[in-house]
């Protein structure tokens, strides 16, 4: 058989799996979901929708398939607002899921209320990944800017996992030059903390000359770090960290947990237009609803997102290092200003870029 026609039985092969929902299974067609998540949840979700379809059998005789697609949050948010058919999206940040109910007007502008602790079911936060031995002694935020000390990070333009990075550190600079967080919000302080800004600033200029290259994706940039070999240190959601720690356990890769780090609360939402088109809608608001019950909850931590089930975060309470978080709230007000003020066109992240290229 020629190579043509080898390709082309592959082909139709995998065109026909693509198809089996139009297929009859079992006691009738089979209902299609489409989730569209952000780079680290590959897994999470691969087991979540798993039990899902079981429940749903359970729950109303019907089969249901779910596909998943993954890429860096910021661009998966793009590509649902350019027509990607999202029945639900599981971001890495509310903007990205802002930008979907402001441009494309395919959900309501007050979607995070729609569900408990703002829509997110689960939360995580941004350690630091290092090789076996922690050979440059990597210990906190200071230690990332010593000499030859090479980062891996995505880019924040198209990664929620990178912006998470960045305010992180930045938190942590704020937190060092006044002492206490709170004194953001002080008027008494407002010197104080325009200088702690200051420092803030230079801080990640100097920590974005340590990084060589930027990944669309935080999945992209562990690949990086973990199959390439490339760089010192990964900083890296909690999950993907825990979860390349347990499936590499030949590398003797540790995870540092610094003094401080941000609170990150990946939200979830139903995409109200593209289900109410599709006729999804009680099949979308049964998948997210079912994340916040204990079986769910059990899913998302064995994949090492910390539940917002408190009983069930009790039961996974091993996995997870005791952290010291802050939260976007505290530090920045909300993220419409943190992307204004940061992560927008000509706003601080490509500021520093352009400085240091001069």
């Known amino acids: 058989m020629s190579k043509f026609a080898c ?17 009859k299974s079992g ?3 089979t209902r299609e979901l489409m989730n569209v998540s952000y780079d680290p949840t590959r897994e999470l979700y691969e087991k979540y929708n798993q039990r899902f379809v079981e429940h749903w059998k359970e729950l109303k005789k019907e089969t249901v398939s779910v596909t998943q697609a993954h890429a860096g949050s910021g661009a998966q948010s793009q590509s649902v607002i350019n027509g990607l058919e999202a029945d639900v999206v599981t971001l890495a940040l509310s903007h990205d899921i802002d930008q979907i109910a402001t441009k494309a007007k395919l959900l309501p502008e007050d979607w995070q209320g729609r569900l408990p602790h703002n829509s997110c079911p689960y939360t995580s936060t941004i350690v630091f990944m290092v090789r076996k031995g922690n050979p440059k002694s990597l210990k906190d935020w200071d230690d990332l800017l010593k000499p030859g000390v090479e980062i891996i990070t995505p880019n924040p333009k198209t990664s929620g996992g990178a912006r998470w990075n960045y305010l992180a550190a930045w938190g942590y600079v704020l937190r060092k030059e006044l002492g206490d967080l709170k004194a953001i919000n002080d008027p008494a302080k407002k010197d ?3 200088k702690a800004q200051t420092k803030a600033r230079e801080f990640m200029k100097e920590l974005f000359k340590h990084t060589k290259a930027l990944d669309t994706g935080a999945r992209g940039s562990t690949q990086r770090f973990v199959s390439n070999k490339s760089g010192d240190v990964l900083l890296a959601w909690e999950n993907e960290a825990l979860y390349f720690q347990k499936m590499e356990p030949e590398e003797g890769f540790e995870i540092v947990v610094p003094s401080i780090t941000i609170l990150a609360e990946p939200p979830v939402a139903v995409v109200d237009k593209v289900v109410d088109r599709k006729g999804t809608r009680d099949i979308a608001e049964e998948y997210l609803k079912f994340l916040y019950e204990p079986a769910g909850q059990r899913i998302v931590a064995q994949n090492f997102y910390r539940p917002s089930n ?3 975060m009790k039961e996974f309470a091993e996995i997870f290092p005791k952290v010291e978080t802050f939260t976007i709230t505290e530090v920045f007000g909300s993220w419409a200003a943190v992307q204004k003020e940061h992560f927008n066109r000509d706003a601080i992240f490509d ?4 400085e240091n290229v001069k």
């Not at 390709?7 to 297929?23: N, R, Y």
């Not at 500021?351 to 352009?354: D, E, N, S």
């Open 7 to 23: 390709w082309s039985v592959v082909l139709m092969v995998a065109l026909s799996l693509l198809g089996c929902s139009e297929k």
């Open 27 to 29: 006691g009738g067609p």
């Open 192 to 194: 104080d903390v325009a």
């Open 310 to 312: 408190p009983e069930v």
């Open 351 to 354: 500021q520093i870029r352009l």
